[in-house]
T-cell receptor, first 114, second 112 residues
């Protein structure tokens, strides 16, 4: 299995809702990432987990809450989002080794906040 | 990560070689050059990476100048499916799990 699987593919939520995005990989990778991508812009790094511990938080607002329950799963919990948070959310994983560190990306979850 | 400069867009005829340039004049000796691409509404896809020497795989070739200040990604026989945004990224060797910083990339359009 050489894929990163993201669910759901599409999500529409209101500003008062609580929802979660899920990411799964079975490549034995020990680093997992969340990126946010607005239309016609490059992906922007949000969070990095290394060996199931949060290692990087790029000053992301607290309405985004990441969770890494085990080495294969990564969640992004969403609460009280704003319409400007509408974007494509990308998950990636890598071996977390020193040296070349190639990221494998999922297809993304497209979020619309009403 | 060191910054890269890429042309915002390029056209290439189907079946011809697509040559995508990238300038990374401030690259350090311990930084790799990576190339990823993103087809519309999909996740980025890894293409190739290199440190000093030229590299080739089943997708592309990477030519790095001797002074390492620029590189060229070559898609030898471009097809319509190669239409995508191509990102050139430099990143320090041994950085561990620190993610990649994407620039604006080059939008490559393959013309039939």
């Amino acid at each position: 299995d050489t894929e990163v699987t993201q669910t759901p593919k599409h999500l529409v939520m209101g500003m008062t809702n609580k929802k979660s995005l899920k990411c799964e990989q079975h490549m034995g990778h020990r680093a997992m990432y969340w990126y946010k991508q607005k239309a016609k812009k490059p992906p922007e790094l949000m969070f990095v987990y290394s060996y199931e511990k949060l290692s990087i938080n790029e000053s992301v607002p607290s309405r985004f809450s990441p969770e890494c329950p085990n080495s294969s799963l990564l969640n992004l919990h969403l609460h009280a989002l704003q319409p400007e948070d509408s974007a494509l959310y990308l998950c990636a994983s890598s071996q977390a080794v020193h040296g070349a560190n190639v990221l494998t990306f999922g297809a993304g979850s497209r979020l619309t906040v009403l | 990560d060191a910054k890269t400069t890429q042309p915002p867009s390029m056209d290439c005829a189907e079946g011809r070689a697509a040559n995508l340039p990238c300038n990374h004049s401030t690259i350090s000796g311990n930084e790799y050059v990576y190339w990823y691409r993103q087809i519309h509404s999909q996740g980025p896809q890894y293409i190739i990476h290199g440190l000093k020497n030229n590299e080739t795989n089943e997708m592309a070739s990477l030519i790095i100048t001797e002074d390492r200040k620029s590189s060229t990604l070559i898609l030898p026989h471009a097809t319509l499916r190669d239409t995508a945004v191509y990102y050139c990224i430099v990143r320090v060797v041994g950085g561990g799990a620190d993610g990649l910083t994407f620039g604006k990339g080059t939008h490559l359009i393959i013309q039939p």
